[in-house]
């Protein structure tokens, strides 16, 4: 199961070579930043967009992976009007866990059956106890979110060439399986209900998000532009 733990793991150590990188080349801009830090925390510099062109440009980057996950989708996210660093959390803590090898697959760790298609991860609810459901509900969104967020080429080309469903079908699936999955005594017992309620609530905007995570960082060279215009254009609508 995943649960959102990045902003908690961030060091103090980290928060100050986030500093280093705002101000490498400015010793005042370095020590505006010093004082942001100690006057507003350190999710004030996890907000900043050049800690996040630091990241992507430094050569020098040593932040662990995970907090750089962070940066990009929380400032993805406020990107889209989604300003909840909860949501933030998730999603990166997601998009980490499901790096994994084989994760994406799995409802959870110590899980021995993978699903690969959402239909039976729906079928599979249909003799789940509470527990059980809970983590098929959740992972339905786990699944829809990283997929359609990451991957939106491969979701348009299956449903081009082989008639797969489109990007609403997982807007769908993935809302109505957090939304689901929040409103059972597990997401109470697991302090999850409010967080996986407004993921579920925001699906489309979150996912969206992720979409520019995608489109601009990991494969910016990849994919048709005239299928990421034709997104540009939906999300107007």
């Keep these: 199961m995943i649960l959102p733990t990045i902003r908690a793991s961030v060091t103090r150590d980290d928060a100050l070579h986030l500093v280093e990188l705002i101000g490498r080349d400015d010793p005042e801009l370095r020590g505006l930043a010093r004082d942001r830090l100690e006057r507003d925390g350190v999710d004030a510099l996890l ?12 050569p ?24 909840d660093r909860g949501i933030a ?33 729906m079928a599979g609810l249909r003799t789940a106890d509470a527990r059980r459901a809970f983590l098929l509900r959740t992972h339905l969104g786990n699944y829809s979110l990283w997929l359609a967020g990451l991957f939106p080429g491969y979701v348009d080309i299956r449903r081009r060439t082989r008639g797969a469903p489109s990007m609403d079908y ?8 957090y939304v689901a999955a929040a409103d059972s005594r597990e997401a109470e017992r697991w302090g999850m209900r409010e967080l996986l309620d407004g993921v579920g609530r925001d699906f489309v ?3 969206e998000a992720l979409n520019r995570v995608s489109d601009r960082v990991l494969w910016p060279e990849s994919g048709d532009p005239i299928d990421r215009l034709l997104r540009e254009v939906q999300r107007g609508d």
Excluded at 51 to 56: D, G, M, Q, S, Y
Excluded at 61 to 76: D, E, K, N, S, T
Excluded at 92 to 119: I, K, N, Q, T
């Design 47 to 58: 907000d900043d967009p050049r800690v996040r062109n630091a990241i992507l440009t430094d």
């Design 170 to 177: 997982f807007d769908q699936m993935g809302a109505a399986g």
């Design 89 to 121: 959390d998730f999603v990166a803590s997601l998009v980490v866990g499901f790096g994994r090898a084989r994760a994406a697959w799995r409802p959870s760790a110590d899980d021995d059956r993978e699903y690969v298609y959402l239909v039976d991860l």
């Design 205 to 207: 905007r979150v996912r």
């Design 60 to 83: 020098q980057v040593r932040v662990p992976p995970p907090i750089v996950f962070f940066v990009l989708v929380r400032q993805a996210l406020l990107e889209g009007g989604v300003d």
